[in-house]
């Protein structure tokens, strides 16, 4: 056993919850009890969790979970959303000293704190605060976001399991539009990266996949926020894939932006509200689609002297929560929490763990990835984009994404169309 | 063998498309083809198949399935949405006259049509239009709607899987909401009937069910077309939720009316569009979702200065089609599909096949049902809702409802709340 060093652990959620953050939560739990935390006489005497985050932890709202029985630990990890409750609060450098403060008081020496790139800045803060004042914390983001916007990450724990959603039911529902023919807009999550909209070309079938030079499976025209959106280039593309097809599957991310970076959204919702961090509420509206929607309406031709049929949903909070965990999202979502507990409790380390894919991205390729601990200073408040090789024109994504992307969702369902 | 009538069958599907009603069009085959369709000799020659409903049958737009290979056929069963195509056109008088002439030009003696109230009306006119020019037509309508609207069935092929995405989508959604509180309105399919809005209540878990005298977890409050709506209670109900809570989890179902009877969705929804039946476009649209978040925006107090946090998603298409059936459903979509195939080769009737629960509605009761023939104008243009006894007070399901929708959808997954 190494030398441990005295004291409690605590543990917290934050951001957006996913289908796999509770398998990180029982990753860390897991961890630090194989390195005996709760038995007696080993330094590490409880193991916390914070009610809703950092928030959580400055109030006192602590869990006890170093005796969380096996089996509920267990049915926990299979749990969406964050079971410790989740917050927004982006501290800043006087609420990062009361968290300093609240560690100093519940003699807190292990920090984990689970969740996306404003949180590991959190964690990266507090680190900081704790080197500064020469008290030795063991600090640990460990990675979580639907997004899957985290810097040196192949890809991050929740985009998984959000992404077999996506593609779950864009396929649905793209079978849904093959049936009842018209033109339908499916909102997608993803603020300023791509990857969760780009997840729905995984709901085509591959022997349908070219026709004509364009896809005649749906989602047929893919807009990321990564590429500006011009919308009279959109109409014009609605009315082409329209016109040869008879129908038109679209999936548009809710980060999509013109030239300047200025959001569309941001431009066409109304009565909007904004988080802690600023930013303008995207999800829990179908505002987005609903204006794409009346502005096809509004500019393609009738058919037949009929207006033609345009239809916007937007996947909502759902799509990051669904209780389908993808299988390598589960254990990577688990494993990445038992890394870090390991790593804190191999002496005076901090970081962030990283998912680094070992195997070379290629159809057919067999999957492998390790973990690997790197500086919170490399993701703290950082944002991964698409890279180019991702994506295809203005409005599709290329096979590398489709590769890269097939071996994390899993298996989908197979279909069969007459 | 019976004395078939000689000739050929034609399957159609109509109206919103379901995760199951393809099993429907492969129990159709399957039946006549156990009783020899397509063998030699045999008097049924072929099965057709109309292209996007009676739309394709007046077009020649048909497909032959009569030799379609079995393993196919089983991946079709499986596949959600209408593998046919389907079609929103209401046939009137003349249109209907155009499709006997259709049957009359095909050699078809034998007519399926799968779908929701309106589709079996289309097959009543055909079938009584038949009847008077003493063509022998066996024309049956097998059910099939998510809105589980139709007369006499105890539910319709299409719901139990529909209810099942809309119970594990609020599951997932109300985890969500406790991790980050707020409030969160859910808009859930429904035109005129709460069946699909009702199931939500399977989201809860029973042994937190009661708090204080309202449910602690999610959907809180649940808003069906059969009560009538009032926008200040309704503001009122959520108040006294969050004030009790710090949140509140709701469904509202797309159909819910003042007491006048006037669609609020209408009231509401701007530049909206209306099918061939003149109804409405509620679903595609965030729009009512949209109107309600405002609303309570506007009139609920600011909580410590800041903005109450209002998210308002509508299922959309989803929930119609999500590839994920439930055991009973696909069972019984198939096993409708193969019973009216074997009436309408058993002799010369018509009608629609219904489903009847054969066993009592309780906790822990083991459900059975039964086929059953029933009159065409029993079901055809009618609409059924949900009855007094599955409503509790003005915002809530009983468990009564509970109980007949439990063993519908499924075993749903266990969750852990620390």
Redesign the interface.
């Known amino acids: 056993m190494p030398d441990l060093i005295k004291g409690n652990a605590v543990i917290g959620?934050s951001g957006?919850?996913t289908?796999v953050i509770n398998q990180s939560l029982v990753g860390v739990i897991e961890g630090l009890r194989s390195a005996g935390a709760g038995t007696s006489g080993n330094p590490i005497k409880k193991i916390l969790?914070m009610r809703h985050g950092v928030t959580g932890l400055v109030n006192d709202d602590l869990?006890d979970?170093t005796d969380?029985p096996h089996d509920?630990l267990q049915?926990?990890a299979?749990?969406?959303?964050?079971?410790?409750?989740?917050?927004?609060d982006k501290p800043d450098a006087a609420f990062c000293e009361k968290i300093f403060e609240a560690c100093l008081k519940h003699d807190i020496r292990y920090f984990f704190y689970i969740g996306g790139n404003d949180s590991s800045d959190t964690c990266r803060i507090v680190n900081e605060l704790s080197n500064e004042k020469g008290y030795e914390l063991r600090c640990f983001h460990i990675p979580k976001t639907v997004d899957n916007d985290l810097m040196i990450n192949d890809h991050t724990p929740g985009f998984p399991s959000a992404a077999r959603f996506v593609a779950?039911?864009c396929?649905?529902?793209f079978?849904?539009n093959?049936?009842?023919p018209g033109i339908?807009i499916n909102v997608i999550m993803g603020r300023h990266a791509g990857f969760l909209t780009a997840a729905s070309a995984l709901a085509r079938r591959d022997d349908r996949y070219e026709y004509e030079g364009s896809s005649t499976d749906g989602p047929q025209l893919i807009y990321l926020p990564e590429v500006a959106f011009d919308t009279e280039r959109f109409i014009e593309d609605v009315a082409t894939m329209f016109d040869r097809h008879g129908r038109c599957h679209i999936a548009v991310s809710e980060g999509i932006a013109d030239k300047d970076g200025n959001s569309i959204g941001g431009q066409l919702i109304k009565?909007g509200?904004t988080d802690a961090h600023g930013n303008l509420?995207l999800?829990?509206?179908?505002?987005l689609?609903?204006a794409l929607?009346?502005l096809l309406?509004a500019k393609l031709k009738p058919v037949g002297g009929k207006?033609v049929?345009?239809?916007?949903?937007?996947?909502?909070?759902?799509q990051?929560?669904?209780?389908?965990q993808s299988p390598v999202d589960m254990k990577e979502a688990r494993g990445v929490g038992r890394y870090a507990a390991r790593l804190a409790t191999s002496g005076d380390v901090d970081g962030s763990v990283a998912i680094i894919r070992t195997s070379p991205i290629g159809e057919g390729q067999p999957y492998a990835c390790k973990y690997q601990r790197i500086e919170l200073s490399d993701v703290a408040a950082k944002t991964k984009h698409m890279p180019a090789e991702f994506i295809e024109g203005h409005n599709n994504v290329s096979q590398k994404f489709l590769d890269y992307c097939r071996p994390l969702v899993g298996d989908l369902?197979?279909?069969?169309?007459?």
Chains 1, 2 share one sequence.
């Open positions: 959620q957006g919850p289908a969790g869990y979970l969380y509920r049915l926990l299979r749990t969406p959303s964050a079971g410790l409750g989740s917050t927004r779950k039911a396929m649905a529902d079978l849904d093959i049936s009842l339908k009565n509200q509420q999800s829990g509206s179908g505002a689609g609903d929607s009346d309406k207006a049929r345009v239809r916007a949903d937007t996947f909502g909070y759902v990051r929560c669904f209780p389908d369902p197979l279909y069969e169309r007459i």
